[in-house]
């Protein structure tokens, strides 16, 4: 099933309660989609600045994508190979007069309508960092230092529905990607990784630095998940926002030659660039911060808060 | 046909090409998906502080929402039965692991895999205001001066690939929305609709106000049009930035109280409350400023940067 999601938690239910009470979210009637108010935005746009501001003093350029990517891309990718469960594609209406009014009479029955609809050329975003790689191809070889960019806070949705607040349907997920030579992009990741534990630990959250895996799909995906630990592909900072289990803040992933040699990104000699991305997820890290430290940013440690508002 | 769109004209493709050309959009592969660089993304994160900025400082509260709507809310909006060309739907995998199987082999061809996806409950969000109105009726009734929200540069998907450089599948709609009384809304969409000219022309666009109709499905769409036109529900500033025709950098509507009825948005005296929008284009806006002045912000006329950078 592509809704198999484990129910939440009654502290999760709480939580989102609270958060919807308090009206930092606002329920949109799908689970794991939700509106914000001015408060969660300051603190998540705070945020946002300052992971740019990190990123740009070590050279990071900007660059900025909408929340839809063409789907031959996601085909080339290998993404429906390990998360058919998790991937959305857009569909519009294929017809002539006649079946629009059609559509548009069941729809407004709350009646099937999908026999109206095909499949676009897009889908919705899987991951920030996958229209970096062929806008990074595209400029030719790439210089002796490599390439380091700062993709923002870019919309990404996972076809996950669940009660846990912490567990969205979409999302603004902070993508950072490095493509170079191997051992510039392996000490890149780990740097970043220990630069991230620090940056979560300075706003007074219980952080973690762990090995870790994707959600792949299957009996296949048990397998994929396994190798990938067992070669330290990904790392995870992880905290206890609403038990039982720590929720991932933040990913640190390796991909050695996948996209490099998926999109042709050379190196100066010519031979494959390795590329590593990490991602810090915007709502998570601000959910994190008001479990911690209360639903009033106005009323939380100076010295969290100066880490943000500065 | 979904993509009845006209096709460019020599000179959309030469200004699309030079955008290209000089790394301010960076190409996708799908007509109407591009990404930005870091320098149209300043002049546009600008424009939107500058929007909003405005907006604060007559009352509006900042609300922010994601690029999907339920799918249900659109069904009820009415939207399918205007727009059906337009709407973008949210599709993910329904099946077994055999049939994942299959759909990763298939997709990694090329081949169709429509077969393998099913509907979810969410839509491409059709205009940035849409998810305003249920989160404000859940308030219950409003206050005497009703409400003003800055719903800020929302993602919004429109099915119409071009290769028209302003006319983009997906891009930043500011919305602002006025929910009140009926002659309190309507002064503010015409307020607005002022200030929204002046602050054009003080960015040195030859900018227009006129009386508009949105781009209605099929024939009865044409009688819809001329309504809306005689009853003037929707202005539009118009800025030639490819001709020969100008093109639509906001528009400011009135809806007066469809919304309001369909969401039992009430006043303090227990009737219906009218609503009015109004959006502005960010990428035409951003596109309109560099084919007016230039591609390079930096030796814009002082007058307009004092504008954005201040």
Redesign the interface.
Known sequence: ??TDTAPPTPGQERFLAELLEAGLL?????PG??????VF?DVRERLADRLSGEAAARGA??????????R?????S?Y??SF???????????GD?RQ??Q??ER??E?Q???E???????S?MPAACY?VY??IA?RGALGPDGVFVDAGGA?V?R?E?SLDPARR???HQHELVRIGAPDAVLQWREEWAQRGLELLRSLGLDAELDVANDPF????GRMLAQNQRGERLKLEILVVIEGPEPTALASFNHHRDHFGGLYGITLADGTTAHTACLGFGHERIVLALLRTHGLLPDRWPAAVRAQLWR
């Open positions: 099933m592509a606002l329920d949109c009637g799908v989609v939700y509106g914000h108010d001015a935005e350029q900007r660059l900025r994508f909408p929340p839809v990517l063409p031959r891309q996601l085909e080339s290998g429906l190979a058919p469960h998790l991937a959305g594609t857009v569909y519009s209406f294929s007069e629009a009014a559509q548009s729809a407004a709350h099937p309508w999908d109206f609809q095909a499949m676009t050329e897009l919705l229209p062929p806008a595209a919309w949705f076809h529905p349907q979409i999302f799909f299957g009996r296949r």
